[in-house]
């Protein structure tokens, strides 16, 4: 990334964690790159076609936000943790397409930043 913006790695580094610190992103062992919200760095069980690519979130949420970021229809892939049934969300129109659908978050949204990997 420095190469590509005409910088230094320190300079980069130091803006990574500016980023981390603010919540715009999440740096792993302090400078690698584990998610830049609503995107996710590594594999996950959130998978999004959308953009003509796959794409992975961090959790369900960003699944969705996925697509609105990228202003694009998409097909959301993932599996129910405790059954493991497979779970599938077409989004058309920055909608989902099935609307009865709903997902409940355990922990409160004033908590995710306590530990948003765990979240």
């Known amino acids: 990334m420095a190469a590509t913006e005409s910088s230094t790695a320190e300079l980069v580094r130091m803006a990574w964690r500016r980023l981390h610190d603010d919540h715009a992103l999440v740096l792993k062992a302090g400078n690698e790159l584990l998610m830049a919200n609503p995107f996710s760095a590594v594999p996950t069980t959130y998978r999004v076609r959308a953009a003509g690519r796959w794409w992975y979130g961090n959790c369900a949420w960003d699944a969705l936000g996925i697509c609105a970021a990228l202003h694009t229809d998409g097909d959301i892939e993932t599996s129910c943790p405790d059954c493991g049934e497979v779970l599938k969300v077409t989004i058309r129109r920055q909608q989902p397409i099935d609307e ?16 948003i990997v765990f979240t």
């Open 100 to 115: 009865t659908m709903r997902f409940h978050c355990l922990v409160p949204a004033r908590s995710w930043w306590d530990d």
